[in-house]
RNA sequence: GCCCCCAUCGUCUAGCGGCCCAGGACGGAGCCCUCUCAAGGCUCAAACAGGGGUUCGAGUCCCCUUGGGGGCACCA
């Protein structure tokens, strides 16, 4: 792979949610500007204002950071070729489709909608292919002008050579070739006075000196279109890049918004900040979807900058990629693990005051090692240490109960434990421990019996965070009463 | 229907003609560790879609078939 800097961007539009796509396609880009000292730009194509979606841009925004992929040009930020935001641009595109029309390399179109239309119904049914048919193809320019200049609503269309064949090239998949017969005179400016994709980000990517086009593979079909207006113009071609889509987890087709429905089901979400606000981080999404269409040999878990590192555009793989989520898990639990304490309690902190818990600083940094390879999601944290700031606990009674012991055999246990721990200055891990285990010995007892018990007493729960160091945290008096609330329940069963 | 793309374990992938009776990861199974749940360690099962070529030799190159995907808008 060349190394010297690219310019990159991402292109997304603002019609809705942000989704893992669209965060991959902007981890690479961001990749190869990083790898190669280039420059990453976001660039808003927001010409279609039918589809347009309040709030979709700022969401993209919030998903780019929250993922870590700054960028060094776009609309919030401005740069050296903006405007960033496609509709603040118009009259450059303006300029370019008379650039081509002046070339002979478009025309004016006055088809109306409806025309098409029933064109495109007659020709399906003739078993035809839907195509343009030519109509306004080769109206006079001095004609055409003057019907424009009178107001006639038109659009622009790229006058497609009729004949031959036509190739360009995907790094990972090499040449493509097209028949011309097979292409259409695609609508380049649209009778709003907006321009098509398929003009503005090409001019865009001439303008703002676009050197590599990473975009997604629904973009195949059109390729042919885009580099041909390019050399229509007779401007540099950009190395391009097609990324495989991604596939519902059956790998049977694209997710759906009732396979998206489905996901959000079970924990997991095909949206960028739901999977925020569901507990994952970014370390883990980006580990996750940076191996879906890159891959490497061995040492799968990556930081960003590991990533930095060792990406190439050398072995992107075109082949869909079904989604997988449980890999999600296991990518978001192990960086969790990597974590440093002091870290990892700021990213769960707001997931205990989101469920109303006040949370002490120094308490928390106790409970993060005990908690941190138990956790998937951060808002694990939840189930596996909210009794920590809880008041009090509620166990239930059956709980208390130990294996293959009565209810009067468990409160025995129990009052005898109590007593051990009542004896001792301070309950903590090394001083509650020893005789704890003592007892089970002399009991002849199994130490889940045992501690099962205390665990249920002390924590509420059956799956708790190891029991002498819970009990450590919540102190002493706590742990005490706690218990011999317990032995009341047992003596009442 | 037409055009284009893709094809290695269930999934994500390594492999760019001999290093591969195919490696890693997730998931699965088993064992160990163990106060619960995890984490961790060890072990196992699991793939080159099919058929033709090319070559001394093919997962790797070519063709066909099959399967999958994307697209056929004044949407991106």
Redo the contacts with the bound molecule.
Sequence with gaps: MDLSPVRVRF???P?GRMHLGSARTALYCYLLARRTGGTFILRI????R??YVEGAEQELIDGLHWLGLDYDEGPDIGGPYGPYR?TERREIYQKWADELVERGRAFH?????ER??QV?QEQQKN?Q????DGTCRDIPLEEARRRAANGE???IRFKMPREGQTKAV?V????????YS?L?D??LL???G?????L??MVDDYEMKVTHVIR????????PVHVNVIRALGWPEPVWM?L??F?K?S????MSKREAAEAVKDGHSIFVMDLKDLGYTPEGVLNWIV???????????MSLDDMINRFTT???????????F??L???N??HI?LMQADDLAGRIKPFFEREGYRVDNAKLLKIVPLIR????TLDDCIP?AGFFFKDDVSPLPQDLLAKDLSPAQSADVARKALAILEALPEIS?PSA?PPL?QFVEEAGL???Q???I??VAVTG?????????SMEIIGRETVLARIRRAVDMLSGL
Excluded at 373 to 376: A, D, I, Q, T
Excluded at 461 to 469: R, T, Y
């Design positions: 292109a997304p539009s019609t194509e927001d010409t279609d039918k589809r496609q179109c006055f088809c109306t909608p098409l239309e495109r078993k292919n839907p195509r343009y609503k038109h659009v995907d990972m998949r090499g040449e493509i070739t097209w028949e097979q259409d695609t609508v649209k009778s709003d907006l321009p098509t994709y398929h503005a980000a997604g593979s629904e973009w195949l079909s059109t390729f097609h495989s889509v596939l987890p790998g049977k087709g694209k191996l879906m269409g890159w891959g490497v040999a061995e040492d799968d878990v050398d072995n992107l793989n075109p082949s869909p990629a079904a989604i997988n449980a890999k898990d296991h990518f639990g192990t693990r390879e138990r956790l998937v596996f891990h421990e285990r199994h130490p889940n045992v501690f099962g205390l665990r729960q059956k799956v708790s965070p190891p029991l002498f160091e």
